[in-house]
């Protein structure tokens, strides 16, 4: 099993950057209004518990408090460059898509079977639990779908990305 040792510092951030971007870039997919981001944002937090007291040491490494940290304020500085609203949407879908192709690359080449099978489903239960926390579209909570066209594109491109596809 990997450990952050086994790993450059370029490539640790992709690892760790990675489950954030798929939070972020879920959750201004969606046009969920206020309260349901407020959801969206609370969602992925029982997952990343179950990662710190799972047994893969890759995931409980990465969901670290610092790790998290860090990993929040390069993700929110990328984010300010990025200008308005729609860019930011734009980046953060493609950066995550990305990153997510790239972090599964460097499990291969430096990971085991099971740190790939457990950081590619710790991505994709992260997306899905993000998308299925709001409803979207509705007025105040009534009405709307559960999970929106472009959450649902995002999740599928992602499974892609991981090289996992989706039911």
């Known amino acids: 099993m990997a450990t952050k040792s086994d790993f450059s510092s370029a490539e640790w951030e992709v690892l760790r ?11 201004v ?5 206020f309260f349901g981001s407020i959801a ?6 029982s997952i990343i518990n179950e990662a710190l007291q799972g047994s893969n040491q890759l995931l409980r490494e990465v969901c670290e408090r610092e790790e998290i940290k860090s990993s929040i304020d390069a993700i929110k500085e990328r984010a300010r460059a990025s200008g308005d609203f729609a860019d930011i949407q734009a ?3 493609q950066e995550a ?6 972090a599964i690359e460097i499990l291969r080449q430096k990971g085991s079977s099971d740190d790939i099978s457990a950081y590619r489903d710790f991505l994709l239960h992260l997306g899905d639990k993000v998308a299925n926390a709001a409803t979207e579209g509705g007025f105040l909570g009534f009405g709307g779908e559960r999970v929106s066209e472009h959450e649902r594109t995002l999740l599928a491109e992602l499974a892609e990305a991981v090289g996992m596809l989706q039911a």
């Open 97 to 102: 898509i990305n990153k997510s192709r790239t």
């Open 17 to 27: 950057d990675t489950p954030h971007l798929v939070i972020f870039a879920v959750t």
């Open 91 to 93: 980046v953060l879908r």
């Open 29 to 33: 997919a969606g046009a969920s209004g």
């Open 40 to 45: 969206e944002a609370l969602a992925p937090s």
